[in-house]
């Protein structure tokens, strides 16, 4: 069997993709993916159109979505998040359909369930051999874990591995197997891994940002959580990196050995594994090549499928044994939920990603937060964009006190007897709106751009367009 291609067009024709059908494309070189942008520029040139384009996330790279959107070749699209980029192109009102927001666990609950059904999937693979075993780990765009693609390959009526990389077969070390693999396509770039560094992935020097962490980091001492075995997911953001870091040097001075660190790993996760904290990393996506390396050489830091990290609809899932999340938020309402979508002005500039998944399935979940952003309230009455239900959030940290959901009485009695200033949400947002002043509230028009999915499969909320 020949599983090579001559071209990305072959592999389209040969894949048997026609108008209205539904391709697929994964995430993990973020902004340095060329993949999504080439095999769409081919479909756009076969004049195959109306098509549902299903993307574990888009970036700014992928701007050239809008021209496809406009001449009807991309007519619905399905995303865990979108960057401002395109996000504001769609707040604009600049897609007929909605776009359909999901969580990195509803995803492939999703597809395996056969809700959004795959015909074509498309994977960056880094490494590849010509029966289609592929890696991120190896190869000149090496990326890491291909955890959210795996689903897709597996699930796909026809998947295509596109790589610069082609190896002899057999390729052992593979995180795709051959069986899931229709053809190969060899092209001279797949992407820049630089771009795997997308957004805010080091540490902040900013003193309210430092002081959240720590104020984080108590939170987690008080809790009762930090002991052997403890288990933990940290986003990218500044403040959750500084308290990744104050959290490795409270569990190197205590001793405590940890069970798992989780999620999109960065190097600051690294140092921890290394450094004793942890037993091992359970990594869907790399966010820096420090990680990339890590994945690469220490038989500890293990790759997983979006399957087993976060859907709510497998056997088990890793979120399920989970004991602390940090997570950011654009916004958090008196009632703590929580808007990753939209930025204050209601534009779309984000998604939920993992945001709700470990929320629902860690025991404390907690957001840090500045109590304003430019000059703009963070704690609001009602967000914009419910992403994240209150119902799952636990804490809220500030620079100017800590806020414990009224569900959590005991975890406000910890707080406060360690000493933790606990302040009722309301009068964080009232000092909030003292500091700030009381901001002018988004305007929208009546059409939908986006309904926000929640893990579960149900719509959570509903995103309007900005009015102009």
């Known amino acids: 069997m020949n599983k090579i291609r001559n071209s990305i067009r072959e592999a389209i024709l040969d894949s048997g993709l026609k108008s209205g059908m539904t391709v697929s494309f994964h995430h993990h070189l973020r902004n340095g993916d060329y993949v999504l942008n080439m095999v769409m520029d081919e479909i756009a040139a076969l004049g195959i159109r109306d098509l549902t384009v299903n993307a574990s996330s888009l970036f700014d790279v992928h701007a050239p979505l809008r021209e496809h959107i406009k001449n009807g070749v991309v007519t619905h699209l399905l995303t865990d998040y979108m960057s401002a980029g395109l996000g504001g192109f769609i707040s604009a009102g600049g897609m007929e359909n909605p776009v359909q927001f999901r969580t990195h666990g509803g995803r492939p609950a999703d597809i395996e369930r056969g809700a959004t059904p795959i015909d074509v999937a498309f994977v960056a693979a880094p490494a590849c051999d010509p029966m289609g075993n592929c890696t991120g ?12 693609a795996i689903p897709d390959a597996k699930n796909a009526r026809f998947t295509v591995a596109i790589t610069d990389g082609l190896v002899p077969y057999p ?93 999109g790993i960065t190097g600051y996760l690294v140092d921890m594994l290394n450094e004793g904290c942890f037993d091992a990393l359970m990594d869907v996506q790399c966010f820096d090549l420090k990680a990339v390396e890590s994945i690469r050489s220490n038989p500890r830091h293990v790759e997983i499928s979006a399957t087993q990290y976060a859907s709510p609809r497998a056997k088990s899932a890793v979120v ?36 709700s998944d470990t929320a629902a399935g860690a025991k404390l979940s907690m957001i840090i937060a500045p109590l304003a952003r430019a000059r703009l309230p963070i704690v609001t009455d009602r967000v914009t964009c419910i992403s994240t239900p209150g119902s799952t959030v636990d804490v809220l940290v500030t620079q100017k ?21 606990v302040v009722d949400i309301h009068a964080l947002k009232a000092l909030a709106e003292r500091t700030s002043g009381i901001p002018e509230k988004p305007r ?18 509903r995103i309007r367009a900005v009015e102009e």
Do not use: W
């Open 444 to 461: 929208f028009t009546d059409r939908i751009v986006a309904d926000v999915i929640y893990r579960d499969g149900t719509v959570i909320d």
């Open 401 to 421: 006190g800590v806020a414990v959901n009224p569900g959590k009485p005991e975890l406000a009695l910890r707080l406060r007897d360690a000493g933790i200033h």
């Open 171 to 263: 390729l052992t070390d593979r995180s795709i197997p051959e069986t899931d693999v229709d053809a190969v396509v060899v092209v001279d770039s797949i992407g820049d891994p630089n771009g795997i560094v997308s957004g805010t992935t080091k540490i902040t020097r900013d003193p309210v940002g430092l002081l959240m962490a720590q104020t984080a980091v108590d939170v987690i001492k008080a809790s009762g959580l930090l002991q052997d075995g403890f288990s933990f997911q940290t986003g990218a953001g500044g403040a959750s990196l500084a308290a990744a870091l104050y959290l490795k040097n409270e569990m190197l001075k205590g001793k405590i050995r940890g069970s798992f660190g989780l999620g």
């Open 137 to 148: 780990k190896h190869g000149k765009s090496a990326c890491g874990s291909l955890g959210y």
């Open 320 to 355: 399920d044994s989970l004991d602390v999340v940090i997570l950011g938020a654009t916004q958090i309402d008196t009632a703590f939920n929580v808007n990753v979508h939209t930025d204050s002005n209601g534009r779309i500039m984000g998604g939920s990603g993992g945001h």
